[in-house]
């Protein structure tokens, strides 16, 4: 059995590919961080008793912070895999803490690399670093591939910047199969409530439920390429089996705007919105609802834009060219976007009406 240890693994894509990697019979250890609460329940699933022989799931406390704990835990579990996805990754908020971001996001996949060559790990240890399309920010080239210049806009996204350069540099100095995956926009049911398609999906039950009156949102017309993290994290999987260390990109190759968002949430309850204004005076009317069961009234406002909600620096598009990956790893998304946006509704729908 090979043997993997996840950073970040109580996270979207660590709860997802520790699943996807216990199911192709790896060992799998993960890293998590100690809190006052237990934040594990997006891997209560597969997360069994520690004390079971049989159990092919350890979590580890230990922070991306502590060169100590990470050179430790290395040196234990001797990993055949290691998958860096530990990571403060909410760009808006990276503006309000720059240096944690910096320490935690930069720093700590340095971290990695070097208790990799202090414990002489170079030849046995592939290690996959969780990269961003975040790196291109309002890149000349639409849409991005592994060529496309970096021209990042927001401590997080320069912070993995220089993440990706490090995991290049030591891969040219030190031979270390490192890699990079540049995965664009990726969610699912388990995404973090913070986080836009998260936070729209899960408003716009609370409006049809009668819980919320409407949501606040910032720059409308953004757009992203946004795809499943289950389809990812298999990419991340394929990116260490492939025969050489390389950088790739992961994306749809398609891009949807924060309206289309909106519009074809609310379609999913049969209801019909409306946007009117420009910038920061923009909302969105409901026109029609189909449904009688919801409480919706014909011209109520469902949508606000504040300018809190407004990035210093905006990122107006986002859209990815997956060819490489495509090609040689032989990876393509199954997940289409209307499919993803439905899941994620009907999984908040089931988990509010209750509440």
Same mark, same amino acid.
């Given at each position: 059995m090979k043997t993997a240890l996840i950073t970040g693994i109580t996270g979207q894509d660590g709860a997802y590919l520790a699943e996807f990697l216990l199911k192709k019979k790896y060992i799998v &250890?993960?890293?998590? /961080? /100690?809190? =006052? =609460?237990? #934040? +594990?329940?997006?891997?209560? #699933?597969? @997360? =069994?008793?520690?004390? $079971? *022989? *049989? $159990?092919?799931? +350890?979590? &580890? @406390?230990? %922070?991306? +912070? %502590? =060169?100590l704990s990470l050179i430790e835990l290395i040196k234990k579990i001797c990993p055949d895999e290691i998958y860096n996805l530990a990571a403060m990754s909410h760009v808006n908020v990276s503006f309000s803490i720059p240096e944690y971001v910096a320490n935690v996001d930069a720093l700590g996949t340095l971290r990695i690399l070097e208790a990799v060559r202090i414990l002489r790990l170079e030849k046995k240890i592939k290690i996959y670093q969780a990269s961003t399309s975040e790196l291109y920010g309002n890149a000349d080239q639409i849409p991005q591939n592994e060529d496309t210049p970096f021209k990042p806009r927001s401590p997080y996204a320069v912070a993995k910047l220089y993440s990706y350069w490090t995991i290049v540099n030591y891969r040219e100095s030190y031979n270390i199969f490192a890699c990079n995956g540049i995965l664009f926009n990726h969610e699912s049911p388990m995404r973090g409530e913070t986080f836009v398609t998260r936070k729209i999906t899960m408003a716009i039950v609370n409006i049809v439920l009668g819980k919320q009156e409407k949501i606040y949102l910032g720059n409308l017309n953004a757009r992203r390429d946004w795809g499943h993290a289950k389809d990812y994290v298999q990419a991340m999987w394929k990116i260490l089996? @492939? *025969?050489?260390?390389?950088d790739w990109v992961i994306a749809t190759g398609k891009s949807y705007s924060i309206k289309d968002l909106l519009t074809l949430s609310f379609s999913y309850f049969k209801i019909d919105i409306k946007f009117l204004g420009t910038g920061l005076n923009e909302k969105a009317i409901v026109v029609n609802c189909k449904n009688p069961k919801y409480q919706i009234n014909k011209n109520q406002v469902v949508v606000e834009v504040k300018k809190r909600y407004y990035r210093p620096s905006e990122v107006n598009e986002l859209l990815g060219d997956s060819s490489k990956a495509r090609k040689k790893l032989n990876w393509t998304p199954k997940y289409q976007f209307k499919d993803l946006v439905e899941e994620m509704i009907k999984s908040d729908y089931n988990k509010l009406k209750n509440d």
């Open positions: &250890h993960g890293l998590k /961080r /100690r809190a =006052s =609460s237990f #934040n +594990t329940q997006r891997i209560d #699933n597969i @997360y =069994s008793d520690p004390f $079971n *022989k *049989k $159990n092919r799931l +350890t979590l &580890h @406390y230990g %922070d991306m +912070t %502590d =060169s089996q @492939y *025969k050489k260390p390389e």
